[in-house]
């Protein structure tokens, strides 16, 4: 549109411009400014409020980044299509998702960062998933949750400390 770029367009590998649905906001603004109410569209995509406290850790957490970056501005185009304008696709959205099965749940936080970390594929939080794709990545989850307890356990007993 103008060649502004945010640092959300190269997430979305898409141009920066105006939202059509909030035309009042014209500037760029800084992600941790970003304090629309979400309780509303979260539970519309099947999520829970305390898993995402702000609109712009759900923005950030919609592109895989899973801290949100104060330093980072967003146009209102990228905000609100990330933001509380976001939605869903019919199908499931798992990366290895066969067959015709349709989704009954959303895709949490937890799990998006499994998919990401298995696959290398984003699925964005609150992306529909099916029943059979949510078993393999609770699977992956607690793989990661063993991981971690493994990485802490592993420490040697007869190691002298300073």
């Not at 299509?81 to 989704?103: E, F, N």
């Not at 609150?126 to 990545?137: A, D, E, L, M, N």
Request: net charge negative; charged share 25%; glycine share 6%.
């Amino acid at each position: 549109m103008t060649g502004r770029r945010c640092n959300f367009s190269i997430f979305c590998n898409t141009e920066c411009g105006f939202s059509p649905y909030f035309q009042e906001d014209q500037t760029d603004i800084s992600i941790a400014n970003c304090s629309k109410n979400i309780e509303n569209h979260l539970a519309s995509v099947g999520l829970k409020s305390d898993d995402i406290p702000t609109e712009g850790h759900l923005i950030c957490f919609r592109v895989g980044i899973f801290s949100a970056l104060k330093s980072y501005a967003v146009c209102p185009l990228h905000r609100y299509a990330l933001g509380i304008c976001w939605r869903k696709k019919a199908g499931c959205s798992h990366p290895q998702h066969s067959g015709k099965a349709k989704p009954d749940r959303a895709v949490t936080l937890d799990m998006s960062r499994a998919i990401s970390m298995y696959d290398g594929k984003l699925v964005p939080v609150g992306s529909g998933i099916c029943r059979k794709c949510r078993t393999v990545v609770y699977e992956q989850i607690s793989n990661l949750h063993e991981e971690d307890i493994d990485c802490d356990a592993s420490e040697p007993e007869d190691v002298e400390k300073y």
